[in-house]
Every structure is written in C-alpha cells, then in structure tokens.
C-alpha cells in the first residue's frame, strides 16, 4: 500500500523507526526468503516505518536490479501493514535511478543517504538533492551526514523548491545546527534521530523536539527497543538509564572496536536470536569468535529468552 506525503511524514514522526538488515546467502546473493521471513518476524513488533536498503541494509553493496527486489519483498510482504521507506545514494544519476526503482517497486518514501566520496559545495548538494527530489512523486527525508550535510539556509531553500522533502534526518549530532533548523523550518519536515546507536542520544533530541529516531538494535533485540523507546516517551528515566547502562553504553564500545561494526554486530545479533541474516558483503568484516560471545551476553541481560530460540 501507497502511504501519501501526509501519512507517512505523521508515521515518521510519531512511532520507532528500524533498518532492517538485508539477508544474503553463504555465496552473498540476496535471500528473498529469509528477509522476507525477518520482516514477517519483526512487523508485529510495531515498528510505524520500516527503511528497506538503508544503511544497516548494505545499500552501498547493492546494485540496482537486487535493490529493487529487496524493495520489492519488503513492500510486498509489509503491504497496508506498515510503509517502507528505501535508501538512495550514490551520485546523482545514480541516486534518481534508484529513488525510481523504489517508486516503481511499491515504496512509499525514499531515504536520501550521502553522495559518494567527493565533497561537494553546499549549492552543489543543494542540486543533487533537489534533482533526486523532482525525479520521483515519493515523499524525501534527507539524511544529514558524512560529506553531505545541509544547514537551516539551504534546507530553507530546498522545502520552497521541493514540496515532496518531508524529512530531515540527522546523523552529525550539533545540536546547534538542530535548533536552528527546527526554529527555521518548524512543521514543514519532520525530524528523525539518525546518529548510531541512537537511543543514546535520544533523550537530548525529545527535548528539542525530535520524537523519534531509528533503532538498530530492533533487528536483534526488538522488545528491548520498544521498551527503550517507550521509556523515552514516558519520561521514564529509571528504566532508560537501567538499559543505557547494562546494555547500550556496552553495545557501543563493542561496536568502536573495529570499523564497519555498526552493520557487522547488528547481523551478528540476529543470528544469536535465531534469525540470521547471513554474511556482510565485502568490505565489512564479521565479528570475532570472543566479540559475538559478548554480544551474546548483552542480549541475555535484557532478553534472555531471545537466545533460547
């Protein structure tokens, strides 16, 4: 099911967001089956908006005719049921060419990712996204990171030029930059949390208005994230710093350990829990033997049964 521009930018809005991982076999070729099995496992959870080939989904590994299966299968198997939101990147030919792969295979919106490489001016990425805009009729959250990263100006600039930006979300962390955004653009895009491991910052992005964020950790231990999230909403600081301590804060320090481990230590997850997701594509590399064993540990501090299926 379509979601328009309205609906969905309300569900970005107001409900925990995840990154599903993309599922390869032993050889690397994508698993239509099992990832379609993981969406059917993780819906029921009650993820508002699920992003198909985002980051945590190896977007950067996929080529555009099994991008456009992942699409597919996640559209097909989340239909009215929950909106998919598909990742875009590269440059900017090649970014219209998947923003229109996903429109043509069902999405209801496209995440905006960083171009490659190259830095660029800010009128310069003020283009591409505005050119990837007027390319489809989907709803657009630009995410804000890495070598392409916009401020209040420019933003102003591209939500009078385009009225299908719905979105902004931020994956740098200046606060400052956040506030002046928000202040100059108000209501007309909704505002996600998007830094890794964001339940982190979450609780300094509500006061500034950001109500939600996505969740990578909803791959493996999706109850806990609900509970996170939750907690947050409530004001519930008991219990959010009860899991930033026993689980986050060591999540993280597992994941700096090496490069890449923010995708590697998420699939890692889902095979402890029982829903592996097979290998990550080169260049990423899997966690160590001693690494998913305290892993394993983590998730046995806040859902101990997961790692009995």
């Not at 090496?258 to 890692?268: Q, R, T, W």
Request: charged share 20%; with cysteine.
């Amino acid at each position: 099911m379509y979601f328009d521009h309205a609906a969905l930018k309300h569900l970005l809005g107001n409900g925990l967001l995840s990154f599903p991982v993309t599922d390869f076999t032993a050889n690397g070729d994508f698993n239509e089956q099992t990832y379609r099995q993981r969406l059917e496992w993780l819906m029921p959870y009650g993820a508002s908006v699920l992003f198909a080939a985002g980051g945590t989904g190896e977007f950067f590994s996929l080529e555009v005719d099994e991008y456009a299966k992942v699409v597919k299968t996640a559209t097909d198997t989340c239909k009215k049921d929950t909106p998919i939101v598909a990742g875009v990147g590269q440059g900017t030919r090649a970014a219209i060419r998947y923003a229109q792969a996903a429109e043509a295979n069902g999405a209801s919106g496209i995440l905006l990712m960083p171009h490659y490489l190259t830095e660029a001016s800010l009128d310069g990425i003020v283009d591409h996204v505005e050119a990837v805009c007027k390319s489809t009729k989907l709803g657009v959250v630009v995410y804000n990171r890495a070598n392409s990263q916009l401020n209040a100006d420019a933003l102003e600039r591209l939500v009078d030029r385009c009225p299908n930006l719905i979105g902004f979300k931020d994956g740098v962390g200046n606060i400052e930059l956040m506030m002046s955004v928000h202040n100059r653009i108000g209501d007309r895009l909704v505002y996600v949390g998007g830094l890794p491991t964001a339940e982190i910052f979450a609780p300094a992005y509500l006061a500034m208005g950001v109500n939600t964020y996505s969740s990578a950790v909803f791959n493996f231990v999706p109850a806990t994230a609900v509970r996170f999230y939750e907690a947050i909403r409530a004001n519930d600081h008991a219990t959010v710093n009860d899991l930033l301590k026993r689980f986050y804060f060591p999540l993280i320090a597992l994941r700096n350990r090496k490069s890449g481990y923010a995708v590697s230590m998420i699939k890692a997850g889902a095979t402890l829990v029982g829903h592996s997701a097979g290998p990550v594509r080169s260049p990423l590399t899997e966690l160590t033997d001693a690494e998913v064993e305290i892993l394993a540990g983590l998730i046995k501090g806040v859902e101990p049964e997961a790692l009995a299926r």
